[in-house]
């Protein structure tokens, strides 16, 4: 086994811990719909502050296969400012900020991702996942502002992401693992 990791292999791991985080957050969630000015359970607090960390060591983890990786060290960049401000937010504010806060990172790390895809590798999985991201970060955004935040449909986001990763891993052409 080498000490670096494929990108395919890379692929399938944050795929299969996308898998795991979506179950897991479906059932720290459960039937408790949170309200948007009410705390969230700790259990999915903690699991919404670790999901962006995912993509930090994905990220990081890709960028040294690359010789040129300055967007997964951007994105591993901005994934671990995600990280601080879901945090902040699902420990320290309630869920409707943390919706925001997770809805915010889609958006950015989604439309840089969109973006790379346009401009470089043209994958299909990942033109796709990119603008489902962003689409999907636009929605946690307005979601945060109605009554009922419900964090489980993050599951969805989540498995939706896993699936567009194993679709790249399997056609051999995985590349930087980007979040979401």
Do not use: C, E, K
């Amino acid at each position: 086994m080498s000490a670096h990791p494929s990108p395919q292999r890379i692929a399938v791991a944050r795929a299969a811990l996308a898998l795991v985080w979506a179950a897991a957050i479906v059932i720290a969630i459960g039937d408790r719909v949170p309200t948007t000015d009410t705390d969230l359970p700790i259990a999915a607090a903690a699991l919404l502050t670790a999901y962006p960390l995912i993509d930090v060591i994905a990220s990081l983890g890709s960028a040294r296969l690359q010789p040129h990786a300055t967007a997964l060290h951007v994105n591993a960049a901005i994934s671990a400012i995600a990280a601080v401000s879901v945090g902040a937010t699902a420990f320290g504010a309630d869920a409707g900020a943390a919706l925001a806060a997770f809805g915010a990172w889609a958006v950015v790390s989604g439309a840089m991702q969109f973006v790379l895809a346009l401009r470089g590798s043209r994958q299909v999985p990942m033109f796709i996942s990119g603008g489902l991201s962003t689409l999907a970060g636009i929605s946690f955004l307005s979601a945060a502002g109605m009554r009922d935040a419900h964090l489980a449909v993050l599951g969805g986001y989540m498995a939706v992401g896993a699936v567009l990763y194993l679709v790249s891993a399997r056609r051999g052409r995985a590349t930087a693992p980007l979040a979401g």
